[in-house]
């Protein structure tokens, strides 16, 4: 912990990428307070806090002072008062519809002090669309960590046309603290670096699944033994939740109105039969057995 002026983070979201977001967070050092309004998320994201760190000791990745220290820098809570009110940065990483987002951003500069950086995690709404629910601007931006959080390196940290430097330095530092490599973009632009690009691998994956040429398990099989790909693009829409596909692709929609931002039809399928993908045991592929 050496970024000057941040000590304490708030991560609001406990699910999929907010409990890990928070761990990581503490593991780095920060005393971190993770909100969640359900509490059956809490519990779970609590109780995976207690297994990981003991694997990680046992594998010797961690000392166990280093596990204990983690785990007493961390705390749940349904209240978010409580855990954003002393917040020298919060990381907001809840569901990526823009309407929540913007109520919860204008909650967080109402509780949170003055010189508190308030962060989205989205993977692809820009900061300068929820800016305007705060008073503070400047002071809002978007770092963006994958999933799963723990284990993925990279952070995107985007300066948008209303972020001060400051705020997207300090940010840049935060995600170097913490042990991961951060990449600045200079300006917003949808997608950010890393979806851009996976989105057109997406969305051609998916025409070619749709027009009836190969499978999905075929279309996987080639990404990953022709162009390396550690998973394929089923797999991975899988792995991040296909529910976040839908969003995504309803967002662009419902923002340009082009109906090539449409989800494919078996997106909207699987996301009417809740069948999402790992977090739901099935996807794509069947994590049942699992």
């Given amino acids: 912990m050496t970024i000057p002026g941040v000590s304490k983070i708030c991560v609001v979201g ?3 990428m907010g409990h890990q977001i928070a761990l990581s967070c503490a593991i780095g050092g920060y005393q971190v307070k993770c909100i969640d ?3 059956e ?4 994201a609590e109780a995976f806090a207690d297994n990981y760190l003991p694997k990680r000791v046992a594998k010797g990745k961690m000392t166990e002072e280093a596990a204990k220290q983690a785990r007493a820098n961390i705390s749940f809570t349904t209240d978010l008062k409580e855990a954003a009110q002393d917040a020298d940065v919060v990381i907001e990483a809840i569901l990526e519809k823009i309407d929540l987002k913007l109520k919860v951003f204008a909650q967080l500069d109402e509780i949170c002090p003055p010189h508190t950086i308030l962060a989205s995690n989205s993977s692809f709404i820009v900061s300068s669309r929820i800016a305007p629910a705060t008073k503070r601007p400047e002071k809002v931006c978007n770092m963006h960590f994958f999933n799963p959080a723990l284990v ?7 300066n948008g046309p209303h972020t001060s430097d400051e705020t997207a330095q300090t940010i840049y530092d935060l995600a170097k603290d913490i042990g991961k490599v951060p990449v600045m973009l200079k300006k917003e632009i949808d997608g950010f670096l890393v979806n851009r690009i996976v989105s057109a691998i997406n969305h051609e994956a998916m025409y070619i699944y749709d027009m009836g040429v190969a499978s999905y398990e ?3 099989k080639a990404v990953v033994y022709a162009l390396g790909h550690p998973m394929g693009p089923f797999r991975l829409m899988d792995l991040t939740g296909i529910d976040l596909a ?5 967002e662009h929609y419902q923002k340009n109105g082009d109906p090539s931002h449409k989800p494919s039809p078996i997106i909207v399928e699987k996301f009417v039969k809740g069948e999402w993908g790992e977090k739901t045991g099935k996807g794509f592929y069947d994590y049942t057995k699992k």
């Fill in 152 to 158: 993925m390196k990279l952070v995107e940290v985007v």
């Fill in 218 to 220: 075929d279309i996987d």
């Fill in 37 to 39: 309004v359900n509490e």
């Fill in 246 to 250: 839908y969003y995504i692709g309803m």
């Fill in 14 to 16: 406990a699910g999929n």
């Fill in 41 to 44: 998320i809490l519990k779970k």
